[in-house]
């Protein structure tokens, strides 16, 4: 249907590009996320405005160098980021802009990932501000490489025009809750703004229909209902 307004882009690795649309390329079979229709049922309620979403593979085996900013000493994993977000902001997205009517500034630029592709959609966040102004942070591997990515918080100096949606299960492994809380609390001091929210999610709860209490990282453990509230209109969450 041909519309007269530009679009808000949305790239997203979220447990990876193969995993967002169809059960029958996700990694778990028949375990997508659902991206679409949970974007029809925000933009259809008027949460959320018309998105494109971008989808892009991960790339198999080399998924934890490509993902991750650093190399960690204990495995020696990770490392090219940097090489990923160049792709992104000087092919990928230049691509997109010509192609269809975006959206181009940080606004409404955004980014979600999860796992380490969370660790990613922060460190696009943290790093790449003027290009990524939405962050969907969702059950992020935060004990990476000594916890680097919660020392990068804490060094941060000033305001930032961002938002960050940090979600992450109750039975997460070990301390990722905990190290969720600690990123959710340090942005939210250093970046001295009410943009940036975190939910838990557990039976009982708000979002007690999205995520089942007990449930651990993985492909039923984020679903788009809950990360693309990142995009939502009004300012805050």
């Known amino acids: 249907r041909s519309t007269l307004f530009p ?44 998105v494109i979403i971008v989808a892009i593979d991960n790339a198999g085996a080399q998924r934890a160098n490509e993902y991750l900013p650093t190399k960690d000493k204990r495995n020696g994993w990770g490392g090219k980021a940097d090489l990923f977000a160049k792709m992104l902001i000087e092919e990928i997205k230049p691509m997109i802009d010509s192609q269809y009517r975006t959206k181009r500034g940080p606004r409404d630029t955004a980014f979600i990932g999860s796992s380490y592709g969370g660790i990613l959609a922060l460190h696009l966040g943290l790093a790449y501000p ?48 905990g190290f969720a809380e600690q990123a959710a609390k340090q942005l939210r001091r250093r970046h001295a703004m009410p943009a940036v929210a975190m939910r838990k999610i557990d039976v009982g709860g708000e979002a007690a229909d999205l995520r089942d209490a007990g449930q651990r990282q993985g492909e039923l453990a984020a679903p788009g209902e809950v990360d693309l509230r990142v995009l939502q209109r009004r300012e805050g969450f």
């Open 7 to 50: 679009y808000t882009t949305l790239f997203r690795s979220m447990a990876d590009g193969q995993n967002v649309f169809d059960g029958f390329t996700s990694f778990i079979p028949n375990q997508e996320w659902k991206a679409d229709e949970a974007a029809e049922s925000l933009i259809n309620a008027k949460i959320i405005d018309p």
């Open 130 to 177: 003027g290009t990524f102004g939405k962050l969907g942070v969702v059950s992020p591997s935060l004990d990476w490489d000594d916890q680097i990515m919660l020392k990068r918080i804490s060094a941060l100096d000033g305001l930032r025009d961002q938002r960050y949606w940090i979600d992450v299960g109750t039975d997460e492994w070990g301390p990722m809750v």
